[in-house]
């Protein structure tokens, strides 16, 4: 399988990375900063030069991919200074133009829907502390669920870079307490499995320990 990865040299984005490559796929990576991607993959992998927000550099990215795979973010940045919105809009674009349907997106719970789902903590720190980047990440996904592609939205709890553990929840709906957490391995490796399951095609999944 040829899959594309954009959001690669995040901390997220090397795990999917690595899932795909020992599953045998050929993996593509776009990014901003190509010299950011690690030197142990630059002779396993494709890397291309481009923007996240540009219809151009993510459609030619595109071109012979059989899934994309999207876990971009703004590092320990609070501003989203319109980075999903953007990327969601190009992604479309350029998947209408290249003719990709199947998309895995990562966003993060609390988002959208997901937000009746939170506890009390968690809902203050949505409203408060992180209330641009979820309204983005909202406008993004408004973009993407009204698309005709084949998308799945993960909304991931607590990023830890803990190892994986293999065993979570993963659901349309859960009810959260406190303020619990998942290893970014997990959900790297949720969303590569994610990718050939047509039981998710269109389907919003929370995935937390």
């Excluded at 009204?146 to 009810?175: C, E, F, I, R």
Aim: proline share 3%.
């Amino acid at each position: 399988m040829n899959i594309l990865i954009i959001g690669a040299t995040g901390p997220t984005g090397k795990h999917l990375v690595h899932r795909a490559l020992e599953a045998g796929d050929h993996v593509t990576i776009m990014a901003r900063r190509p010299e950011a991607v690690d030197d142990t993959l630059r002779n396993r992998v494709t890397i291309l030069s481009g923007d996240a927000t540009s219809r151009v550099d993510v459609a030619k990215a595109m071109k012979g991919q059989d899934a994309l795979c999207v876990t971009i973010g703004t590092g320990t940045g609070l501003k989203a200074n319109q980075l999903f919105s953007k990327a969601a809009h190009a992604v479309v674009d350029a998947a209408q133009q290249v003719g990709l349907r199947r998309v895995v997106w990562m966003s993060s719970f609390g988002v959208g829907e997901t937000y009746r789902d939170a506890s009390f903590v968690q809902k203050l720190m949505y409203s408060f502390i992180l209330k641009d980047l979820y309204k983005d990440k909202a406008a993004s996904e408004e973009t993407l669920t009204g698309s005709n592609l084949d998308w799945t939205l993960v909304y991931p709890s607590a990023l830890t870079n803990d190892p994986a553990k293999g065993q979570y929840t993963a659901a349309p709906h859960v009810a959260m307490r406190g303020m619990p957490r998942i290893s970014r391995q997990d959900v790297a490796n949720y969303m590569y499995a994610a990718i050939a399951d047509k039981k998710l095609i269109r389907q919003c999944i929370v995935i937390t320990d």
